[in-house]
């Protein structure tokens, strides 16, 4: 039988986690290894060396 009562989270309209996440990249914060390769695979950084930097699409959302 299957429940069709399922627990979520209400859906940020203004991307609030992704701007936190982004700005730990500004400030050169450690963050997991899979999320920065998600952050460069979606364009919003890139890498730079060992280090990871916004790239213009991911500054823009810091400023909206």
Do not use: W, Y
């Not at 996440?21 to 460069?40: A, E, S, T």
Request: charged content about 20%.
């Amino acid at each position: 039988m299957h429940n069709n009562k399922v627990e979520r989270s209400p859906p940020t309209s203004n991307h609030a986690e992704l701007c936190q996440l982004l700005l730990c990249v500004r400030r050169g914060d450690v963050i997991h290894p899979q999320l920065k390769l998600l952050l460069v695979h979606l364009g919003f950084a890139e890498r730079r060396g060992l280090q990871l930097a916004l790239t213009a699409k991911g500054r823009l959302l810091l400023e909206t």
